[in-house]
């Protein structure tokens, strides 16, 4: 990043940044740039591709349909039901 781009980035953002802030702003942008730099220099022709470095498990149980209550069950504590189906009072009129 240069000066030019920062001084358009102050400007998009609306901030005033210091003397000492564009400094260091402009210093961590150049060490990512050499950091950038050292990993374009990598050869990795033969290394795999991969979204993560260490390998994800993910422990799940089986995913399996089962019902373990029985609609009787659930209505013994409804005040009122009909027809195998909850009544509740009227909320919209």
Not at 15 to 20: E, Q
Request: glycine share 4%; net charge negative.
């Amino acid at each position: 990043m240069d000066k030019e781009t920062l001084r358009k980035l102050e400007l998009l953002n609306q901030l005033s940044l210091t003397d000492a802030q564009k400094a260091d702003v402009l210093g961590f942008f150049a060490n990512r740039e050499e950091e950038l730099n050292i990993l374009n220099a990598m050869n990795t022709e033969n290394t795999e591709r991969m979204v993560h470095v260490m390998p994800i498990m993910t422990v799940v149980r089986e995913d399996v349909a089962a019902q373990p209550f029985s609609r009787d069950d659930l209505q013994k504590g409804a005040p009122e039901t009909n027809q195998g189906y909850w009544c509740v009072p009227r909320v919209v009129e």
